[in-house]
C-alpha cells in the first residue's frame, strides 16, 4: 500500500501498527513492551483526559495521588487480589547501584529492601491502607476519588496501546456505607463510560456483567463496556467493579453507622486506559490511515494553501487568519499549513494518514471565486463552498462527520453480531464471520471454561438490556433463561 500501510485485509495486525507507526502516534521504546507516545498520539490522551475529567468532577469525584510503589505485604492481604494479579507484578528489591570497579554498573548488594516493593499493577492495596485513616464515622463517607497514573502489568506479549508493560490510565476508588451506595456507583460509572465511548468516541458498546471467571481480581461483580473491531474480535472498553467489603476487611476500614455500630466500609473502583485509543484506531480506519472522530481529533480542521507566489500566500492567510479566529471561538481546532518543504499533494497524504477530519484547500483561483474545497476524511468525498459563512458549514460538517462515524461502526457491529443455537454453528460462525455471537450458556464455569478452551472464544458480556427467553446451552444443552454474548477478544 502507499506510505508504508499494509491493507487491513490482508494483516488486520501489521496494519494496525503500520498505522500506528506512520501516522506518528506511538513507537517502541527500548524498554521491552513499554512504548513511547509520541505528540501526536498523547494529544488524543490529553482530549481523552480532559472530556473524561469532566465528567468524573460532574458526578462528584476528586482527583488524588498515590505511590508508584506498594509494599509487598499489602497485597497478601487480599488472597484473590495478590493471586489474580501475582504473575505481572514487577518487583524492586534494591535502592542502589554501584561501580565494580571496572567501569560497570551493578545492583549494590548491600542496599538489599528489608521489604520488596511492587510497582502498581493497579492501586487498591495502598489506596485502601490509606482510607483506614481517613474514615472513622459515617460522616466521612462517601469518598470519591480518582487517580491519573501509570501502571506496570508484566506482559510476555505486547501490542502498542492494546497490552503494554506500563500503560496510562485513570482509577476511580470510592468508599461508601452501604452495598446500595456502592452497587449505585458502579453502574453510574458504567453509564458515564458508555457515554464518553458513545458520544465521543463514536464507538457503540454494549453494556453489560463480567461472568465470574471474567471478574476483577477481588471483586463481587464486575461491568464492562464491550465494543467490537473492525476484524471481528471484540475490545473490553472499561470496567467497573463493586468490591464490597472485600478490600475494607483486608484492610480493617471499618466506620461508625448512624445507628452507632461497627461496620466495614463498601467499595468500588473502575478505570480505562490508553486501550481506548488502541480501540479508536481499529474501530474507524482504513487502509489510507487514522480516520479520528471530530470530537477526539487533535487537528479537526487542517487548510492547505495552494499558490505560487508570497502575494498569494499573503491574501490566503488573510483569509485564514480571519477563519481561524472564528473557528477557535467555536472551540474548533485548526491548523494553517503554510511549509514551504512539502508539495499540497505531500500534505493531503499525510493530514489523511493522521485521520484529520476535515481539509480546506484554499487557492489563488478559490480567492478569486470566494469558494474553497472541502474534504471530508470519512467518506473521502471533496465540495467546493463559498467562504461565507464558512465556519457555520464547518462546524455542522464536523458533527456530521461524528455521526457518520458512529453510524458506520454501529451499522458494522448490528451486521456482525449473530444469534446462534447449536455448538457446530457457533464455530462454523466464529471462522467465517468474526464478530458478536449470542448463544445460550448453563451458567456454569466449566462450560464457559470448555468453550474457551476448544474455540479461544470467552464470554465478552452477559448484557444489561438481556430478554429472557427460554433456551438451551450451545455445548451441554442444558436449560437457559438468557443468551450471553462471546467474541474472540483483544
Keep these: 500500500m502507499s506510505k508504508g500501510v499494509i491493507s487491513k485485509d490482508e494483516d488486520y495486525s501489521q496494519w494496525f501498527n503500520d498505522l500506528i507507526i506512520k501516522s506518528d502516534m506511538a513507537e517502541y521504546s527500548p524498554v521491552r513492551g513499554c512504548m513511547i507516545i509520541k505528540p501526536y498520539g498523547y494529544s488524543i490522551w490529553e482530549k481523552i483526559q480532559a472530556v473524561l475529567d469532566k465528567m468524573f468532577k ?32 514487577a518487583v524492586v528489591t534494591h535502592y542502589r547501584l554501584k561501580n565494580d570497579g571496572e567501569g560497570n554498573i551493578i545492583v549494590d548488594e548491600d542496599a538489599k529492601l528489608e521489604e520488596e516493593l511492587i510497582i502498581r499493577p493497579t492501586s487498591e492495596t495502598i489506596i485502601w491502607n490509606t482510607y483506614r485513616g481517613w474514615i472513622q464515622s459515617y460522616r466521612d463517607l462517601p469518598i470519591l476519588v480518582n487517580q491519573w497514573a501509570n501502571v506496570m502489568r508484566w506482559e510476555m506479549r505486547t501490542r502498542l496501546f492494546l497490552r503494554t508493560s506500563e500503560f496510562l490510565w485513570q482509577e476511580g ?118 480516520v479520528l472522530p471530530p470530537k477526539l481529533a487533535p487537528i479537526q480542521v487542517v487548510v492547505v494553501p495552494i499558490y505560487k507566489h508570497d502575494e498569494e500566500l499573503e491574501n490566503i492567510t488573510t483569509f485564514v487568519n480571519a477563519l481561524t479566529k472564528e473557528l477557535r471561538a467555536k472551540d474548533i481546532s485548526i491548523k494553517f499549513d503554510k511549509r514551504d518543504t512539502h508539495r499540497p499533494g505531500a500534505k493531503f ?33 471533496k465540495e467546493t463552498v463559498n467562504q461565507e459563512g464558512l465556519a457555520a458549514h464547518i462546524e455542522a460538517l464536523l458533527e456530521e462527520i461524528q455521526a457518520n462515524i458512529y453510524k458506520k461502526a454501529s451499522d458494522f457491529r448490528a451486521e456482525n453480531t449473530t444469534e446462534v443455537d447449536t455448538y457446530d454453528e457457533f464455530k462454523r460462525m466464529l471462522d467465517e464471520q468474526p464478530g458478536f455471537l449470542s448463544a445460550h450458556w448453563d451458567g456454569t464455569a466449566e462450560t464457559e471454561q470448555k468453550i474457551k478452551d ?37
Design 173 to 290: 476508588h470510592t468508599a461508601h456505607a452501604t452495598s446500595d451506595e456502592a452497587i449505585a456507583e458502579t453502574e453510574q460509572m458504567l453509564d458515564v463510560y458508555a457515554d464518553f465511548a458513545e458520544n465521543w468516541m463514536a464507538l457503540p458498546v454494549v453494556k453489560g456483567r463480567k461472568t465470574p471467571n471474567e471478574r476483577f481480581a477481588g471483586a463481587l461483580d464486575t461491568y464492562c463496556i464491550e465494543a467490537l473491531m473492525q476484524d471481528g474480535k471484540a475490545l473490553q472498553a472499561g470496567t467497573s467493579h463493586f468490591l464490597g467489603q472485600n478490600f475494607a476487611k483486608a484492610f480493617d476500614v471499618k466506620f461508625t453507622t448512624k445507628d452507632n455500630k461497627q461496620d466495614f466500609v463498601w467499595a468500588t473502583s473502575w478505570g480505562v486506559s490508553t486501550r481506548l485509543i488502541g480501540a479508536l484506531i481499529m474501530a474507524h480506519s482504513d487502509d489510507a490511515g487514522l
Design 58 to 89: 460532574e458526578t462528584g469525584h476528586q482527583n488524588a495521588y498515590f505511590p508508584l510503589l506498594i509494599p509487598k505485604s499489602f497485597f497478601s492481604k487480599e488472597a484473590s487480589h495478590v493471586e489474580g494479579f501475582a504473575k505481572e507484578c
Design 454 to 490: 476448544e474455540t479461544k472464544a470467552t464470554i465478552r458480556c452477559i448484557p444489561l438490556n438481556n430478554k429472557q427467553e427460554e433456551g438451551r446451552c450451545i455445548l451441554t444443552g442444558k436449560p437457559s433463561t438468557q443468551r450471553v454474548l462471546f467474541a474472540r477478544a483483544y
Design 349 to 381: 497524504a499525510e493530514y489523511e494518514l493522521k485521520g484529520v477530519p476535515l481539509r480546506v484547500a484554499i487557492g489563488s483561483r478559490d480567492m478569486q471565486n470566494g469558494t474553497v474545497e472541502l474534504a471530508r476524511r470519512d467518506t473521502k468525498t
